[in-house]
């Protein structure tokens, strides 16, 4: 089994629907990531997580919340779903200090 | 804020090539990571440098920290088809890897 498992790993929905987008890990690891990824831009961070009671804004947090229901599950939704939110999105988890992410395989969002 | 930037943006190589892939920072990097995404998959953590002039190789792949610790470079020698995907530069600009930013990736295709 993956150590970093993403779910759904694809969706297609309609704008204006809420959706939400889940993530466990058995790594062990207090700190959890979610990423979307654009062509020609590369992964930019949405939120970020250090341990179940901090939660902390990426680079591009509007339109998206988060919740960090247990050490191991990190939760990315979106109220309310529109088309520019249609992008590859992933969740990776570290352990503390300066260690390499591991990724999930990825959840692939469309919004109509 | 961090910028990265990769070179090339996508690479086409004979099997058998030589090939490098650079990513550079404007600001000094505390850790660099290397990773490779198959298209439209999760990212595979390669190698993660942190001293200046630090090399590290796994099978033919070789990452180089230069000295300035602005700049790395991903040599990959005697390409085979295997290594064909997106290779993506993570930049660690407080040394505690809290956050990473990452560059807009390499493509590489290898041809038969």
Redesign the interface.
């Known amino acids: 089994d993956a150590d970093?498992t993403q779910t759904p790993r694809n969706r297609i929905t309609k704008t204006g629907k809420r959706i939400m987008l889940e993530c466990s890990q058995t790594k062990g690891h207090d700190?959890m990531y979610w990423?979307r990824q654009d062509p020609?831009?590369?992964?930019?961070?949405i939120y970020?997580s250090?341990d179940v009671k901090d939660i902390n804004k990426?680079e591009i947090s509007d339109g998206y919340s988060v919740s960090r229901q247990a050490q191991a599950k990190f939760s990315l939704s979106l109220e309310s779903a529109i088309p520019n939110q249609t992008a590859?999105y992933?969740c990776?988890t570290?352990d503390q200090?300066?260690?390499?992410?591991?990724?999930?395989?990825?959840t692939?969002l469309s919004i109509l | 804020s961090q910028e990265l930037e990769q070179s090339p943006q996508s690479l086409i190589v004979q099997e058998g090539k030589n090939l490098t892939i650079n990513c550079t920072s404007s600001k000094t990097l505390?850790?660099l990571?290397w990773?490779k995404q198959k298209y439209?998959?999760?990212?595979?953590?390669l190698m993660?440098l942190?001293k200046g002039g630090e090399e590290k190789s796994h099978e033919k792949i070789t990452a180089k920290l230069d000295e300035k610790k602005q700049q790395s470079s991903l040599h990959i020698t005697a390409s085979q088809p295997s290594h064909a995907g997106i290779y993506?530069c993570?930049a660690?600009d407080t040394?505690?890897?809290?956050?990473?930013t990452?560059?807009?990736?390499t493509r590489l295709q290898v041809t038969l």
């Open positions: 970093v700190r990423y020609g831009l590369g992964l930019r961070l970020y250090f990426g590859l992933f990776a570290s200090g300066p260690q390499p992410q591991h990724f999930g395989d990825g692939r | 505390y850790g990571y990773y439209g998959e999760g990212l595979i953590f993660m942190q993506l993570g660690d040394g505690t890897a809290s956050k990473l990452f560059g807009t990736g």
